[in-house]
């Protein structure tokens, strides 16, 4: 099963509003990465935050990461119609080379 | 820099059939893994190559395997496909191993079996 549980599965907000979804995961990571993705094309990486950071900020984007509770948050602030994809978040496993995907949430921005 | 390139972009075979999806990573970039989306599973691993040894292997039948090359382009096989071997498969490279930056993805191979 996929270590990443992501929610809310979909949301659904208007142009301007900010963004914000939750990541959850299960085992010890090296890094949690956030990545977008278009219209079931490719994954675009966003954002990386490592095991010993707890936030990490990038443009318009946040991200959040609590290591006690297994959990990161992704924020998008003022969101743009062009921000409509789904995100996922990925955590690279410690003991492995590979990412561990979530199941995404569908971000839909209504101008 | 260009990205990284799968090839083709769309696929469609009967089932039984055998597949092979390409992959051509960022310049310079020594892993390539492949990944296999689909609505139901989403995201999930295959394997990852690095200087053309498999060093990791998600949890797939033996019916799907890879290669990578000396100038680490990487294929993917799959053999006797299934229905449920349709998806979307996505390559993505790193400089190194483990990928402490992130991944590059390319856009992706759309298999549909018929």
Not at chain 2, 9 to 22: A, D, H, N
């Amino acid at each position: 099963s996929q270590q990443g549980e992501e929610d809310p599965q979909a949301l659904s907000i208007q142009e301007g509003e900010n963004a914000t979804m939750n990541c959850s995961y299960k085992t010890s990571i090296n890094n949690l990465q956030w990545y977008r993705q278009n219209s079931g094309r490719g994954l675009v990486h966003l954002i990386l935050i490592r095991s010993n950071e707890r936030e990490k900020h990038s443009g318009r984007l946040r991200v959040t990461l609590d290591t006690s509770k297994k959990s990161s948050s992704l924020l998008i602030t003022a969101s743009r119609a062009a921000d409509t994809a789904s995100y996922f978040c990925a955590t690279d496993w410690e003991y492995g080379n590979k990412l561990v995907f979530g199941a995404g949430t569908i971000l839909r921005v209504k101008s | 820099k260009a990205g990284v390139t799968q090839t083709p972009r769309y696929l469609i075979k009967t089932r039984g059939q055998q597949v092979t999806l390409s992959c051509s990573p960022i310049s310079g970039h020594r892993s390539v893994s492949w990944y296999q989306q689909t609505p139901g599973q989403g995201l999930q691993f295959l394997f990852e190559y690095f200087s053309e040894t498999q060093r990791n292997k998600g949890n797939f039948p033996g019916r799907f395997s890879g290669r990578q090359f000396s100038n680490s382009r990487s294929e993917m096989n799959v053999s006797t496909l299934e229905l449920g071997d349709s998806a979307l498969y996505l390559c993505a490279s790193s400089l190194e191993q483990g990928a402490a930056d992130g991944y590059t993805f390319g856009s992706g191979t759309r298999l549909t079996v018929v």
